[in-house]
């Protein structure tokens, strides 16, 4: 399978603040550079992206191409019903990412709206912060009849080198009759990461779910000293982990059944 990862932004030049191109760049997996290209803002539309890329696309046929941008992924959307190739709007565009960090590192700054509450009708009955071996994790919750699994093969522990004996950190919500409508829920806003924010310093705080291509959620609250330094610790064993942790929904916690398993990375 042939994947691209795609940018396509706005660029302010700093020698004339009257000039604004948008520049074009992609990359596969690897990380090298297939095509760049730059236009003038009167000309960046999805028609300037067909003809710019239609020979590459019928050179190199890509099955897919991922877009981090959100004001970009309409554009691309247009282009891969044109051209037949399927779409992908997602944060995991490491290798993407690294090239813009490395070459054009304000372009990476993307506004964010403030974190929202999560509805009502999905709290969950229950939660804790809790911990698995990272050689046993993938095949543990490969083979169990979870509905709905998010493992990507490129957060696989091993092709992260992460040690075996490692334990990779996690929250594990107990959701009760609401189990599958959160699970649910967090499929279709496909979650990215899970972060401890302090409100309190040793008190207090909150978990926030990155999720999307910019958007954040407020999945959890608490008001405990000693859910606090658990929150602390949760934090420190995902820099062990290179940012590695997962989220898990399950009915109750007698650990017969499993609604929902996402493995995710700070990034």
Known sequence: MIIWQADFYKHLSQENKNNTTWNLIICEQKGVIIHQASCQQSEANSNWLISELESLVKQYSPDIIKVF?????SLFQLLG???GIKIEATRRTLQLKQILK???PNSLKLEQPPPQAIPESLWGDKWRFASFKAGDFIDYFSDLP???KDLPQELNPINLGIASDIHIPGVVIYGGRKSMYLARWLADHQPVSLNYIPTEVGKSGGLILESGLVDRWILLTFEDGEMAK???QYEQQKEIT???????IQPDNSGITQTGIWLLKKE
């Open 230 to 232: 658990s929150a602390q």
């Open 242 to 248: 290179k940012g590695l942790h997962f989220l898990l």
């Open 69 to 73: 941008r959100p004001q970009c992924v």
């Open 81 to 83: 019903k044109t051209l």
């Open 146 to 148: 979870i509905p709905i």
């Open 102 to 104: 490395e070459k054009y």
